[in-house]
Structure formats: C-alpha cells, structure tokens
C-alpha cells in the first residue's frame, strides 16, 4: 500500500494522490478551499477522550497506539475505505499536530499497513 502522511499546513500536490484529512477538529489557519481535500474522515480520528488523555505526549504513545487501535476496530467501515484507497493508488493522511511522529495519522498509517499485509 502506498500511504503519506502531511501536515495540514503543508501544500497539497498532484503526488499526495488522495487526500484525507484524519483529525476530529479541523486544522486551525487552513482554509477548507485551500486544503486540496478529497474527504474529511472525523469518525477514523480518536475519540474525543482518547485525544484529550494522549495530549500529543511521547510518554504516553504506546498506550496511545493500543488503545487507538482498540477504537478503530470500531469502525471496519472507515478502515476498508481508506485500504482500498491505499490499494487503488496513493493514499496522503492529512493530520494537524506539530509532532509529526507520535500522532494519530502516524498511528493509522501503522494500522492501515498491518491490515492491508494480511
């Protein structure tokens, strides 16, 4: 599969392939006309406690990933949406947090990747 991850703030381009955004709130300063979009998926996000409770804490990123994972077993839907796009081209996870490495569309990309190898 072939999946990106970008910030929000960063240019959309051609490469990004699908562009999904993969947060619950949107991005704060994005412009939605700007964002070069395809689909906001705010119920593939965390749920609203799980986000709060992580706080974008690197000591708390693996039993974030657990329990995140746990939520998108939830949502079978969503989650095959987003394989069969990864699997029909690229696939651009669009997230709003500065850390670019313990958030939840790096969380997603992992997940996506597990169950697309299967």
Do not use: C
């Not at 990864?86 to 670019?100: H, I, W, Y």
């Amino acid at each position: 599969m072939n999946i990106r991850l970008k910030r929000a703030y960063e240019r959309p381009e051609e490469s990004d392939g699908a562009r999904v955004l993969v947060d619950r709130i949107w991005p704060r300063g994005v412009l939605k006309d700007k964002a070069g979009l395809d689909e906001w998926m705010k119920d593939i996000a965390p749920s609203n406690g799980l986000r709060k409770w992580f706080n974008h804490d690197p000591g708390r990123w693996q039993e974030f990933v657990e329990k995140y994972f746990w939520e998108l077993k939830g949502h079978p839907d969503l989650v095959d949406r987003l394989v069969e796009m990864a699997k029909n081209g690229r696939l651009t996870l669009v997230f709003g947090a500065k850390d670019q490495v313990h958030n939840n569309a790096a969380a997603l990309k992992a997940y996506l990747e597990g169950i697309g190898n299967r």
